[in-house]
C-alpha cells in the first residue's frame, strides 16, 4: 500500500519520548525533501488510498456476510 509522510520515522526510543513530549517539540519534518504542492499531493493521495482499501474490505466483508446469511433461507 501506498503510503507519504514528510516526517522521519522515529526510533523505538524516540518514540517513547514523544508519548511525554506535551509540546511536539521532538518531531522533525522533512521539509527540504520536496516543494509543499508535492507532499500535499502525495499525502492526499496516500488518504484516498486507505479509504478505498478500507471501502473494499467493508464491501467484501459485506457481501461474504450477505451470501451466508442468503444460504441460510
Known amino acids: 500500500m501506498f ?4 516526517f522521519a520515522k522515529p526510533s523505538f526510543i524516540s518514540g517513547m519520548a ?5 509540546g ?3 518531531t522533525e519534518y522533512d ?16 488518504d484516498w ?4 482499501l478500507d471501502m ?4 467484501k466483508n459485506y457481501e461474504k456476510k450477505h451470501k451466508i446469511s442468503s444460504d441460510k433461507r
Not at 49 to 52: D, E, H, L, Q, W
Request: avoid cysteine.
Open 31 to 46: 521539509y527540504d525533501a520536496l516543494p509543499p504542492e508535492i507532499i500535499d499531493r502525495l499525502a492526499i493521495m496516500s
Open 18 to 22: 514523544s508519548f511525554i513530549d506535551l
Open 49 to 52: 488510498a486507505a479509504v478505498g
Open 24 to 26: 511536539a517539540t521532538l
Open 3 to 6: 503510503t507519504y509522510t514528510s
Open 56 to 59: 473494499f474490505y467493508a464491501l
